[in-house]
């Protein structure tokens, strides 16, 4: 774990900054085929997610995000890749963003590398569940999805 060696308004850079405030694809689906909210019980941001599933590929997704400049770039990213992306795919890239943050793991590369703006939130520990929210919702979503489970 890197240790903290810049004041926390460090991390919220200029880029964090713009990416946060193009959160796009906000609301909710009326019939998702998935659907979670994840919070963060340590800064209290909260993202709820839905999606449709086609074919092993996410076909449609909309989001609430209730968070940080952090969780809100995190959930950014999200909105503007999710929609085509595999399953597997997206549990990838939520493994690959807590490895990054937990465990100095390399940010995600190809169409998630906007990810690696959040490397520096690795030396805060109360800032990892906020920029992780959207991935956990995601992957919880498609779990319950795949389950069957109904949406709320």
């Known amino acids: 774990m890197s240790t903290q060696t810049e004041p926390i308004n460090e991390v919220y850079s200029r880029r964090i900054l ?7 694809r906000q609301g909710r689906l009326e019939t998702p085929h998935g659907s979670a909210t994840v919070s963060s019980p340590l800064c209290g941001s909260r ?4 999606l449709r599933l086609e074919g092993g590929r996410v076909s ?7 968070a940080c400049a952090l969780g ?3 959930s950014a ?14 549990r990838d890239v939520r493994s690959t963003m807590h490895a990054m943050l937990k465990e100095d793991g390399p940010p995600p590369t190809g169409k ?3 990810l690696e703006v959040l490397t520096p939130v690795r030396a805060y520990r109360a800032r990892h569940g906020s920029v992780l929210l959207t991935f956990d919702a995601v992957v919880k979503a ?8 109904p949406s709320p």
């Open 60 to 66: 449609d997704f909309a989001h609430e995000v209730r």
């Open 77 to 90: 990213v999200m909105a503007r890749h999710v929609v085509g992306s595999t399953i597997e795919e997206l």
């Open 142 to 149: 498609i779990d319950g999805a795949l389950a069957g489970e």
């Open 47 to 50: 993202v709820t997610v839905d």
């Open 72 to 74: 809100q770039t995190a």
């Open 18 to 24: 713009e990416i946060a405030a193009d959160v796009t």
């Open 112 to 114: 998630w590398a906007d």
